[in-house]
Structure formats: C-alpha cells, structure tokens
C-alpha cells in the first residue's frame, strides 16, 4: 500500500497561470514533507520543504501547503514558466527515522505550455 | 552540490548475468541509498547504507545486494538480472537536514 500518492500523473497549464500539484499521505507519523523536481535524464533536485509543525512554506514562486488534518499536502507554482515542466515528486519522512528515509509519492508530470 | 556519480549511465544487460552498479560520492556523507525509479511507483527505496559496512533493505530488497566498503562509494549488485529489473537507478546521499542529493541515475535494461 502506498503511503505518498500522487493521484495525478500529469497536469497541463498555461503559462503564467498557477499550478497546482496534490499529494496525500496515510503514515501519521510523516513529520517532514519535501517536493523534488526531475528533468529528464536527471537525478531529482530538492525544490521546497516543510515541517509539520507548519502549514505553509514560500519560496519565490513556490509555496507548499500542509493540512495535517487532512493528511495532504499542494505546491503551487505561480506564476507557472515553461522551463517548470518537469516530473514533481512529493516525498515524506518521520522525524524520528534515524536514517531519515524518504517515501516518495509517484509523481505528477507537469507540462507548462507557452 | 554533493558531488555524486552514478556509473555507468546507461547498461544493456543479458537475463541471469550479474550486475554492479556504482555510486561515489565525494562529500563524506555518512548515509547513502539506492532507489529505482519506476512509472506509476515514483522512487522506491532498494537499500541504503549509515555507514562503512553498514546496510539495510528497503522496501524492494529482493534479488540486490549491496556493499559499502569505503565512506565514498555504494555498490548495488544484481545478482542474477531479470527483466523485473529494468528500471532507471538513482543514488542519493543526505547531509545534516532531512533533504536527499541525488546523482544522474543509471538506465538499466535487461533483455
């Protein structure tokens, strides 16, 4: 059973619109939640992160929200650019896991289109 | 930027041959993982190492082995290739936060 999901695999935007990319959670003991970002023929590279002690995390055009209640979290992008398409992988890990392992969710392929 | 390589980048293997993929890392961090990428199952933990000749599985351990014999590099073997095992591998090491580094990947086919 997968504990990250992703539920859509891909999101197509316009550009200059907001996009917005879903990810939900089942282990309550997740306490830190990151998204990567992943080009082709690349390794994923860290894009924004937040704890639980948190329910919104901003950087530039990038902004994770987390609704613990719910066990979901979004990242939107705004305004979205062409050079954003990219696979989105959303990933979560338990405080206390001592090799703070990452489980990752499927991914959600972002297409921004010009 | 941690400073890690993934060789080779891409391999095209026969069923039943064994494999070593390599990971170097030049940033001395202690914990390093492997994980293959699948579609459908995103990054999926193989195994991961917390130091020297320390290892342990992930959630898809079955048929690989791994080895850490120096801080810098993580071996993941292949034992006997199936073709359940082509996938696009990633090395990934993690420094004092909880975020991951991850090298380019591997392309592994088995045929």
């Known amino acids: 059973d997968q504990q990250v999901k992703q539920n859509s695999p891909s999101l197509s935007v316009q550009e200059g619109r907001i996009s917005i990319l879903n990810c939900d959670y089942t282990n309550s003991m997740f306490d830190y939640f990151l998204w990567y970002k992943k080009y082709p023929a690349e390794g994923p590279t860290f894009l924004i992160s937040?704890?639980?002690?948190?329910d919104k995390n901003e950087d530039g055009r990038f902004t994770v929200f987390l609704n613990k209640s719910a066990k979901h979290l979004s990242l939107h992008i705004v305004p979205s650019q062409p050079g954003d398409s990219a696979v989105y992988f959303c990933?979560?890990?338990?405080?206390?896991?001592?090799?703070?392992?990452?489980?990752f969710g499927g991914g959600t392929r972002l297409m921004v289109k010009p | 930027d941690a400073g890690i390589t993934q060789s080779p980048r891409h391999k095209v293997t026969e069923t039943g041959t064994p494999v070593t993929l390599r990971c170097h890392q030049t940033e001395n961090h202690r914990y390093m993982y492997w994980y293959r990428q699948d579609p459908g199952h995103g990054l999926r933990l193989i195994h991961y190492s917390y130091g020297v000749k320390d290892t342990d599985k992930g959630e898809v351990s079955d048929g690989y082995s791994v080895s850490r014999s120096k801080t810098e590099d993580f071996l993941l073997t292949l034992e006997s290739a199936t073709s359940s095992q082509t996938s696009v591998y990633f090395c990934?090491?993690?420094?004092?936060?909880?975020?991951?580094?991850f090298g380019s990947g591997t392309r592994l086919t088995v045929v």
């Open positions: 990934a090491t993690r420094a004092g936060n909880y975020g991951y580094t």
């Open positions: 990933a979560a890990s338990p405080y206390n896991n001592a090799g703070n392992m990452l489980t």
């Open positions: 937040i704890s639980s002690i948190k």
